[in-house]
């Protein structure tokens, strides 16, 4: 009755090869050219994408600012952030004579100058919608306009990326709810804390490890429950065997003590623990700036700290490492050109994209500025969308992550990535 | 080679009383005085009864069983629905040392601690969750702060909060809805949480008016545009809230005659003619909640909460007649939905969320627990705080939005950390409840309490032998630790 399976039972169990694997209606080019879960340094490894949803819809025309287009002065007197004025941090930081970066991205600016962060501006979802929640569900799921397809877009390239990877750590959301661009069926792990992440919390008895077997076996028996415990247990089982004790950042990076900046930390852990983790999710929500946005201080600008020193930090607590990571990061949509009444913004449609790493073509400002004349402006006053987020996306897919599979990654999407953004190598 | 252990039949069911008196014998040993047994269900309508208010309470405890099935579930439901008819005498007790509740929002911006309000908040509802015997009616308290969801610590919002918990969700949980929402639409929380309070003729805001009509009443795809947002904006321009550099009393609802467009607007194909002033929203909250798409909506996220994840199309189309059919009386809707075939049907079936799960523990177990931290913490580690969703659509209402690795290993731990009494703002007298030294008639007591039943035979032997094997704890411990955290805890 009381037959104990052992623990290394349950890291076998995690680390068995998916079915996929022996399935014959992959195709070749689909099938496993990278071990993803080898013993560490082992090459090569699959590349890592870090996906950063900023949520509320961020106004992007005052994060990578367009001074050299005097719409933008005339339709914001309050919020816009004036031209560039070297030496002056009340201004902002030119980039290529045209747009310039808030002064709060100032951590940025050194990894700019390194080519190794790229913007997209008048990018994003070309479904009209003006609703965080429809807006976010359709770029998270990958399809604009469409509801029907349930599963996310990070979890359709996990499908179809094949790399033999059976780890429970290849794709982690970090937060207490996974995002909908991880539903699918490849399993995600949700995660907070890897700190508190084990059975016992406060509780570290000797009678914790007989829980864990009873409480596996019980699970196993529940069809809805028992993958999702079987899953969280095997996790347990891997930050045991491979993540031990307090984490130091490499090269004097310093993460801020954010919710956005400890995630960031944690997801730079794991890639250094090589758990096998693939892709990742973090969120920095509060973008819904309708009312007192603040122009160089306030709600907005706080966000804007917080953004770009933790990911200055992880740029640079990874070091070489960037080179096979790629952050992403992109918002649900961007916000109304003209300011309103309450020194804030409503919302709007097109936005900028952020990609961070040392795998592209970067500072390099991508997408076609449409400007912010009366006529250029789409309904009902919002920078228009030239670049379709699929595109970068799809980019880094198939040249990041070597996932030629686009038109299951993004079915329905036929705009080709011609962007530049990612190496070829 | 794991047990063979089912979920679906993890429970007796009727047809097991031979067996069940050989268990209990002549006289089985009391338990402690504070313990009300439940007896065990005799008839299917004793185990449907027990199912049932595991459905409709945050956890039931033995008198509230033993009430229902005294009058019957339809009578226990009418009661439930006239809370001031049901004594909550015992809740004073574990609210009284709470000062914020009553206060005004100057008394509230005079506090010298910034976070007692909102932290006072929390503790009251999960107080009020786990003692009160007005358990519907919490649940719908619970329910509405969801749909008209305010971000406690947004703004001024971590004082005005309370004064919307108050007089806005409470009075009228049980009521009508478009008294409901004409309360939220004056609630200064409110127009500070959606920025209504800031939004003018000259620059109108359309935060609140866009989910005003996504959230609160039509729902996305009931076929407004974004000019009925700018128009219904438009109609709210001057609602806002008193706050210091106004002058007068500081957090109540003023309508600014001078900040309001009083040009004629056009909402849903309806005309608001020029002039109206005020009465612009109270004709937009008519259109609103008389409108079929909100009856449709509203409907929607009851039978979502009572009866499943994804609820029967012919259920919700019944529930939003009974709701257009009664003017948007929430008691008939939850009527409808409460007594229907679905409803029974589905019983058992339904995911809890993290409050469901943290609250319906504490209160089956008898607990003594202040609901403060730890208690809270692990809660919030699990991502549901009341009041603390950012986000204007609340905290999602499925099990799939909630099932995954994190939350599973909070409630493993919310579980060990009850069963050893870890926790130091909650006490459980575990062998008081057990009554019990014999495993035998520990293991049966404590499924009564949490389930209203006892287990399926191949479950209680599992659990009788994983107990026995924990030696360096007593019985009374391991098998509520396994029992809360086991997989059949999850559901109701």
Redo the contacts between chains.
Sequence with gaps: MKNKFSRRDFLKSALALPAWILDPRIPNQYRPRFTVLAPKGQEPRANIMICIFLRGGMDGLNVVIPHGDADYYRLRPTLAIAEPDSGNDTTGIDLDGFFGLHPALRPLKDIWDDKGLAFIHAAGSPDPTHSHFDAMDYMERGTPGEKQIPTGWLARHLQVAANENGSPFRAVGFGTLLPSSLRGPVPALALQSIADFHLGGKYQGDEVDQFQNAIFEMYAADPTLGSRADFTFSAVQVLESVVSGEYTASHGAQYPETEFGQSLKQVAQLIKAEVGLEVATVDLGGWDTHVDQGSLKGNMPALLTDLSKSLAAFYHDLGDTMKRVTVVAMSEFGRRASENGGQGTDHGHGNVMLSMGKSLNGGKIYGQWPGLSAEALVSPGDLAITTDFRSVLSELVSKHLHNPALEQVFPGFTEFPTLGLAKDI | ???????RDFLKFAGFTSVAAALWGCAPQSPSPTFIPIEIPSNSEDEFIVAALRRITFGPLPEEINRARQIGFNNFVEEQLWPQTIDDSALAQHIDHLTVLDMSASELLDLEKRLQPATELVQATLLRAVYSRRQLYEIMVNFWSDHFNIYVLKTKDRFLKIIDDREVIRPNALGNFRELLSASMHSPAMLIY??NA???K??????YA?ELM?LHTLG?SSGYS??D??EVARALTGWSVTLPRNGGEIGKFIFHEQTHDNNPKRILGVDFPAGQGIKDGEQLADLLASHPATAEHVAYKLARRFVSDSPPPALVSQAASAFQASHGDIRAVLKLILFSDEFRASLGMK?KRPLEYVVSALRQTGANTTVNN?SAK?LR????LPFYC????GY?DT?T??????????R???A??LA?N??SDTQIDWEGLAGSAEPEKIIDTLSLRLFGNLLADDVR??IL??AS??K??RPAF?MA??LL????F?YR
């Design positions: 080679m794991n047990q063979p252990l089912s979920r959606l920025d800031s939004s003018t000259d620059g109108p805001v359309e935060n866009r996504e996305v974004q000019t947002v700018i995911l730890p692990m580690q699990m991502g549901q950012p986000s204007p659509n999602p099990g939005a909630w099932l995954n690795s994190n939350d599973l290993m909070a493993w731990n919310f060990l950390g050893t870890t926790f032997q599992y032998g994983q094997d924990i360096t704890m391991s630790a396994l955290a086991s997989p059949y999850q």
